[in-house]
């Protein structure tokens, strides 16, 4: 009985619709803690939050496939009930259907990449893991860099540099418990990736956004 009950929480479909209501209820309570501290909007309404939570999804899928497909199922139901909770709450502005495509065409490219990196971590072998681990936090430490660089939000930048350098030392520490050899590869590339993402964030993301 054991053995069918742990099968039947493993199928595809049990996997995938527990990830999209988890998906779901992130993107409502990013929209529900608008306005209630400056630090805890922060904290939820940014794409390090979203994309953590699809990496740690993914390093709670067993299977690879599943692992990519949920995160391309997370991050675009995070963005539809972010974006539901909005049109209840009456904010859903004229500009608000473009927006929400973007966001969730970028979900859909990015969710796949951070659903691939948490099973990686987790379950992968050889010195991919530590390039997966690098995937993984660069995304904190490129939001870091556009909020001081873009925004000029320095505080708000300062916290999210140290969570991110914080969480590459996280990282790298586990890798190399776990017996990667190269695993300071994370450490090594985690920065590369944070400049690359907040470039395209710059350069791609925002010039989207700007043109709905």
Do not use: K
Request: some cysteine.
């Amino acid at each position: 009985m054991a053995t069918l009950t742990a099968s039947h929480r493993d199928t595809p479909v049990t996997i995938l619709t527990a990830t999209a209501i988890f998906g779901l209820l992130l993107g409502w309570a990013t929209y529900g803690l608008h306005g209630t501290t400056p630090l805890l909007e922060r904290a939820t309404n940014s794409v390090s939050t979203w994309i953590i939570w699809t990496a740690a999804a993914g390093a709670l899928i067993r299977v690879r496939p599943l692992a990519v497909w949920g995160g391309a199922l997370m991050m675009l139901a995070t963005c539809g009930g972010y974006y539901a909770a909005s049109t209840l709450g009456d904010t859903f502005g004229a500009g608000g259907l473009g927006t929400a495509v973007v966001w969730s065409m970028a979900g859909l490219a990015g969710g796949p990449l951070l659903g691939w990196a948490g099973w990686t971590v987790r379950r992968g072998r050889g010195d991919v893991r530590a390039v997966a681990g690098a995937v993984i936090a660069m995304v904190t430490l490129g939001e870091a860099l556009w909020l001081g660089l873009a925004l000029h939000y320095w505080g708000e930048a300062a916290v999210f540099m140290a969570v991110g350098a914080l969480l590459t030392a996280l990282l790298t520490i586990y890798l190399a418990r776990a017996g990667v050899q190269r695993y300071w590869l994370c450490a090594a590339l985690a920065p590369v990736g944070g400049l690359a993402f907040y470039l395209a964030e710059e350069g791609i993301l925002d010039g989207l956004l700007g043109s709905v």
